[in-house]
DNA sequence: GCCGCGATGTATCGGTTCGATACATCGCAC
DNA sequence: GTGCGATGTATCGAACCGATACATCGCGGC
């Protein structure tokens, strides 16, 4: 999971370890905590072992010698090769069962622009039959096993159900959205203020950010 | 997290492994997948030689010899011990950062009935904070790097924030019962043979939300 | 009669991820 | 000048997952 996370950031722009966590909590965020470094730096170094990406000392730029005293510690630079966006590529067509998993969903979710229409169809459609089965399994207990659970459980099991039942929704408009070929506003009841007239087009635009 | 529910549940009845696994899912269904076994095993046999609990193997009830040709493998019958259930209050008492995240905050939920009215208070807090610290990041997200952002990735976050204003909200509604609704305080069912009986704290109210 | 098949049941293995920790530099406020 | 928070790279043990293997039991279909 963190790998395709990791391939479609450095597609964006090369960037060292501190930076890539950044932008992975800053797109992430919504669904999974920070990325933990005791897991990003031994994925970097398996991709780079794999051939996906490289990693480059930085050089200070207008490079005098000076290999100076205080031996700086330069940071490293992580750039994706040809083969890393195959990769990538390959990631996002082939679905198994973790594609439709909270966090394996959020992350595909979160690249779709840099995926076609029909498999952000299908990964739609995936996660929206993989949650109406875990509310029916909710509803179950609810239902049949309901005499046996207290009432913290059950209250529990009721919070899930309804986040069941929103998410259903809300994949049922993003599907709606996705067949008529619009790009992704669902219309919401009066949320917070943040204004956005962000149209990023269902084909893969070269996004760009920049560096320091 | 696992050690903490199974002490739990071990609490009800004693429980061979696979039902312990059946009755973890139905308890905490609502906030995560069904448990692992190759979590579930390792973890009982931490538990075993930590000396939280007891295994013994399943005799075929009025023991007849018979070593039987066909040597069935009896089910492992795990019960709780005295320092089990020491163990299983001092990590109620105790709360870490791991306690309000999301799958601590939960299993902690499924097991309030066995927790005294002003530790759910403060677990309850202690989550509504985490919650809203999240909704603040996700609010400076989409206001402030909301150009740097595809609209796919936005929706996300926009999706995001309205399950955590759930969230707080229903947060607020428990805490609200609580302080108002008076103690609970569980009785504890009989330990060895007796099928538990129901029982229930006072009703924490109406609401449904939000995703686990 | 017997055959497959799904539910019950115990168990291990490799691999991913987390949380804590260590260490070093930089810029800025006190 | 000194502390201190942000930046930055890195490792280690432990938790957890998914796949897999193997065995028994009851039940319906042929």
Redesign the interface.
């Known amino acids: 999971m963190l790998e395709f996370a990791i391939l479609g950031l450095l597609q964006e722009a090369p960037m060292h370890g501190y930076e890539l966590r950044k932008e992975l909590t ?2 992430l ?3 999974r ?1 920070a990325i933990s470094y005791g897991t990003l730096y031994p994925t970097l170094r398996r991709l780079q072992a794999a051939g996906w990406i490289t990693e480059a000392a930085e050089t200070p730029a207008t490079a005098e010698e000076v290999p100076a005293l205080t031996s700086r510690r330069g940071r490293v630079v992580y750039t994706i090769t040809a083969e890393g966006k195959e990769r990538f590529a390959q990631l996002i067509a082939q679905a198994g069962p973790e594609t439709y ?2 966090t394996g969903f ?1 992350v595909h ?5 840099r995926t076609d229409q029909a498999t952000r169809l299908r990964i739609l459609e995936g996660r929206r039959r993989k949650i109406e089965e ?1 509310r029916e ?2 509803r179950d ?1 609810l239902g049949r ?1 309901a ?7 059950l ?10 039942e ?2 259903v929704r ?1 994949l049922e408009e ?1 599907i709606a959205n996705e067949r008529s070929g619009r ?4 219309p ?1 009841p009066g ?2 203020g ?1 204004r ?1 007239e ?3 087009p269902p084909p893969p ?1 070269e ?1 760009r ?1 920049e560096r320091p």
């Open positions: 800053a797109k965020g919504a669904i905590a998993d909270d959020g979710f979160a690249f779709f622009a875990r399994g909710l207990v096993a005499e046996r659970l207290d009432a913290y459980t209250e529990l099991q009721r919070h899930g159900l309804d986040a069941c929103r998410e809300w993003l790009a992704p506003t669902v919401q949320t917070a943040g956005r962000n149209d990023s635009g996004s950010k």
